[in-house]
């Protein structure tokens, strides 16, 4: 038999509105019906190379035709048109939308011996699958087809007789002509370079012999893995780690990502993702003797601080897109300037790719690569996959471009980036367009705890820094060197992954770091007052770095303090001793005993809790009596609530609710349980603590069903401008289904609904913009003259339900932490101070031979508020000057200054190496992270208790960046709004 026609029956009437949108089933039999039409024994046997026709008009002439008809088209032709075309000698291929498939029904007719190649044989169909694309995308850039067919049937047809007749180079030749034919008509409406990017996804699961056969290729392919996952693979398979090696040095293919893990980085303190970074990229280094300059990730970690940590550290470029769930800006971008929010910026991608294995996605390349010809600096498209493919048609692309770059050229993504020239389009993101998945994940995946997790890891993250800040202070002024190891050993186990450890592992992780916390402080509080006298005393210290009021309970077994300036407040209740105490920034206070038979001084009759009112000198809290929530907080002279609070359910669905009786009853929507107090009891009414307990339920309104019983303690303190709220929560169910939509919550209301709501983003203050939103530490409600602040500790979900009114989810579906804190500060200008002053617990060190008189110090200062110091670090080069070479190092500064300006002496200035032996004296230095909260450049002062020999700000990897200015004991340091900052200091 031979045909006298190649015909394609298409679901529309023409090209131009050939649907792209079509299930999978039926756009795989479309695309591979135009691929399988141009096999070389359809096109020798017919002698003319394909057409279309509209399905629901086929031909009359049938007779000896060849009709490729997918499953899109079968409901467009007509009825008993199939029955009749077979009938008057037409060969049909239906009922099938696999290629070969496809290729065994209209080839078996032709009864042929011959063969060809099956590499050519693929390179036909691939002519034929980039004829289809190039015809959609020259009606989608609004443009006409102005090929010569005549001439490229005439190649087509000859290469077809070459490859049967094993010509194999007649073959490649006239198949060049074809795609340069085909390049020619592309570069009409679009006569520069377009580009597509192979993305490959790496995992030790799917690093098969797919991997290595694509690893060894000569393809431009991207892979993104995680360096765990590399690591794993290199031991498993290490001949295609050195070929993945020597393709990326010779920049032939790239290895994009970074990270060790990908965590939740979005919830995560810097210091936890940090560490991910800098153990993955070292460890690609070792195993691919390079790092990467791309930035990339399967999980959602798009934010606006990222562009400021990929450039310090290292990174060139990035993909802002993400593969799973989460919102993010939805604006796709070819290349473009993501600048993030200190100023930072980095060239980055924001198209989200195609799945390179589903036909759908295949089918609207066309549509998508037009929008980036329109759009975008230079066209891009990705192709998003894994190793091993099951569809052909990302095959197809490859062997067009070995042909031709008719579609575009694959290229690895740095090299899009350094190529293509640098776009003047710039994007800047608000913090409300990102909103992670992770809550949503968590309960589909029926996870533990979706929301405590990140409340305990804030506070062991904080808990850890407190640590940190004190070992790396003791050891600094006994002359030794921050202990790296040691910083890494704390910091490895709490500080890498917010994902919840079991019980047992986090009583561990927790014992840890008490035993560290009461060893470090410890050993701080004998190198500053140890020894210096012979009385017994409690030794305070504030690794944070502005000045604190803070609670402390004194040890039983110590008479009372002496009278000092630094105590603001005192109190004895129940045998236990209470103080609130003055603290300067990164400092301390010495408080030695007195008498054992001294009293606290007096204070005012005035209670600070009686019948559901707690006050101090700064404001006046009124409890309901019928929630035993928080009515109002109210500052004096007729000032206005500031705040209100109650616990409830939220329903899935909007409840209808009958309130009152008879003619006097109405209707009211509701999507909340009522909160209805039963008891109500004072704890302590002062002089230096109020606090009230309250008891209830949260109710059915509908039917008066308990779905949870409440125990909430509302505390006040005299000298401290904050309402401390502590709940015990007990459901009698838990809340099912979207976490968004249903859980329990601390509802919080406000007076005025034209206050600006900022919340904390990645520990800076950031405006309120969407209704859904994540702040682990603070949300602050603010107008022209008056703030009120609320400090989640942790708990980061929050939803806007209305201009005055917030939810803090506290309960959703897997939750089983009963227990919660929040605490509102009034009138906070600097409300990341007050967060880190909640997290930071002090407690006293008792000294048994300490000075007989109180003191005060400090070791740093910074003179800009919203500027803080979040971490002390090793020296990144530990380098000995040359006369410290020739000395063996040099005697600690005897002194430094406390508060009032007057010497107080410190350590004994005793040297030695890093593991206190002598001989082995590194530079004495420290390495300080300073963080800018507020969205506010300055020029920042940082005052040392010991004169800077040199100073440098360095990028997040350690590597110098510039020196900076020394004036006496002051290193001057500018920072851009929302800056990270690692200032290196050294000292003589």
């Known amino acids: 038999m031979k045909y006298e026609s190649l015909t394609i029956l298409i679901p529309s009437h023409s090209i131009e509105d050939l649907p792209l949108e079509l299930p999978e089933q039926q756009a795989e039999g479309l695309l591979n019906a135009f691929a399988v039409a141009w096999h070389p024994l359809l096109l020798d046997s017919a002698g003319v190379m394909p057409n279309w026709e509209r399905a629901d008009e086929p031909p009359e002439e049938l007779k000896d035709r060849l009709f490729l008809i997918p499953s899109a088209s079968e409901d467009w032709v007509p009825c008993q048109w199939i029955d009749h075309a077979r009938d008057q000698g037409a060969v049909l291929v239906t009922g099938v939308s696999e290629r070969a498939a496809m290729i065994e029904q209209a080839v078996s007719p032709l009864g042929s011996e011959s063969s060809a190649d099956p590499e050519l044989v693929s390179d036909f169909l691939a002519l034929g699958h980039c004829y289809l694309q190039l015809e959609m995308l020259t009606r989608k850039m609004r443009y006409f087809n102005e090929l010569d067919e005549t001439r490229l049937q005439d190649d087509a047809v000859a290469a077809a007789r070459a ?21 020619e008509g592309r570069e009409r409406f679009y006569p520069v370079d377009c580009y597509l990017a192979d993305l490959c996804l790496l995992t030790p699961e799917m690093a098969g012999e797919e991997w290595s056969g694509l690893v060894g290729s000569d393809r431009s392919v991207n892979y993104l893995a995680t360096a765990q996952d590399l690591q794993s693979i290199a031991g498993e398979q290490p001949e295609d780690m050195a070929a993945l090696r020597a393709r990326w040095l010779n920049e032939q293919q790239e290895l994009l990502g970074g990270e060790w893990t990908e965590t939740c980085n979005a919830l995560l303190p810097l210091e936890s993702v940090l560490p991910s970074f800098r153990k993955g990229l070292s460890a690609i280094e070792r195993l691919c003797g390079r790092r990467p300059i791309v930035w990339a990730r399967r999980k959602y970690g798009v934010g606006i601080q990222m562009p400021q940590l990929l450039d310090k550290l290292g990174y060139e470029a990035a993909l802002h897109f993400v593969m799973d769930d989460g919102l993010y800006p939805d604006e796709e971008q070819g290349k473009h300037r993501w600048e993030g929010c200190d100023g930072s910026v980095i060239d980055a991608v924001s198209r989200i790719p195609l799945a390179a294995d589903s036909a759908s996605g295949m089918l609207r390349f066309p549509q998508r690569m037009a929008e980036s010809m329109d759009y975008d600096h230079a066209a891009l498209l990705i ?111 709490i500080d890498t992954d917010c994902s919840e450890p079991a019980v047992a592992q986090r009583d561990e992780l927790s014992r840890t770091l008490n035993e560290a916390h009461q060893e470090t402080s410890r050993r701080l509080a004998e190198t500053v007052v140890g020894r210096r006298g012979a009385t017994q005393g409690c030794f305070v210290a504030n690794s944070c770095s502005f000045g604190r009021r803070v609670a402390i309970s004194w040890p039983q077994d110590v008479p009372p303090p002496q009278q000092s300036p630094a105590i603001v407040a005192r109190q004895t209740n129940d045998e236990q001793y209470s103080l609130v105490v003055e603290l300067p920034p990164c400092g301390f206070v010495w408080l030695p005993a007195g008498e054992a038979t001294a009293t606290a001084r007096k204070t005012s009759r005035v209670l600070m809790a009686e019948e559901n009112t707690l006050r ?73 603590r109020g606090e009230i307990e309250t008891r209830g339920r949260l109710v059915d309104p509908t039917n008066d069903l308990i779905l949870a019983r409440f125990t909430q303690l509302v505390r006040v303190w005299q000298g401290r401008p904050v309402v401390e709220i502590d709940v015990l929560l007990e459901p009698e169910r838990l809340p099912v289904g979207d976490p968004w939509s249903n859980y329990f919550a601390a509802r919080w209301a406000w007076s005025d609904s034209a206050a600006a709501l900022t919340c904390s983003v990645h520990e800076g203050a950031q405006p309120v913009t969407s209704d859904r939103f994540e702040a682990p530490h603070f949300i602050e ?157 300055c020029t920042a002062r940082l005052r040392c208790f010991r004169t800077p020999a040199r100073a440098r700000q360095c990028d997040l990897l350690g590597k110098p960046l510039t020196d900076l200015v020394i004036d006496a004991d002051v290193v001057i340091v500018e920072l851009t709004a929302y800056e990270i900052c690692d200032v290196e200091i050294g000292f003589a």
């Open 163 to 183: 490859a049967l007749a094993n010509d194999w180079a007649a073959a490649v030749s006239h198949l060049h002509s074809c795609f340069e034919m085909l390049l």
């Open 383 to 493: 192709f998003a996959r894994w190793p091993k493919m099951q569809s052909p048609w990302l095959e197809d692309f490859h062997r067009i471009e070995k042909y031709a770059p008719v579609l575009g050229r694959f290229v690895t993504f740095s090299d899009f980036f350094r190529t293509t020239d640098t776009p003047g389009r710039l994007s800047r993101h608000k913090a409300g367009d990102y909103l992670s998945p992770h809550l949503v994940a968590s309960v589909a995946m029926e996870e533990a705890d979706p929301i405590s997790r990140y409340a305990d890891h804030w506070a062991r993250h904080h808990r850890l820094e407190s640590v940190l800040w004190m070992s790396g202070m003791a050891n600094l002024l006994q002359g030794r060197p921050i202990d790296a190891d040691r910083v890494a050993a704390l910091e490895e186990p």
């Open 616 to 688: 101090n000198e700064q404001f006046e809290v009124r409890l309901s009596e019928v929630t035993g929530g928080i009515a109002q907080i109210k500052t004096y002279r007729r000032g206005p609530n500031r705040l209100s609070q109650q616990l409830a359910f939220r329903f899935h669905r909007e409840l209808t609710v009958t309130v009152g009786e008879g003619e006097q009853s109405r209707e009211e929507k509701t999507w909340y349980t009522e909160m209805r107090m039963d008891e109500s009891r004072v704890i302590s009414d002062g002089p230096l």
């Open 781 to 937: 409600i603010a107008d022209a003259e008056r703030r009120a602040t609320i400090h989640s500790l942790g708990l980061p979900f929050h939803r806007k339900t209305g201009p005055r009114m917030l939810d803090t989810l506290l309960v959703t579906a897997g939750e089983t932490r009963q227990h919660f804190r929040c605490v509102v500060s009034v009138d906070d200008a600097f409300p990341m101070e007050r967060s880190r002053d909640i997290f930071d617990r002090l407690e006293p060190v008792m000294v048994s031979e300490g000075p007989d008189q109180p003191s005060s110090g400090w070791f740093f200062h910074i003179d800009s508020r919203n500027v803080q110091i979040t971490r002390l670090m090793p020296l990144t080069a530990a380098t000995p000057s040359p006369e410290e070479a020739k000395t063996g190092g040099g005697e600690l500064d005897p002194s430094t200054t406390d508060v009032d300006e007057t010497p107080i002496t410190d350590a004994d200035g005793a040297g030695g190496g890093a593991d206190g032996g002598p001989g082995q004296r590194c530079e004495p230095g420290v390495t300080l992270r300073l963080r800018e909260t507020e969205g506010r450049a």
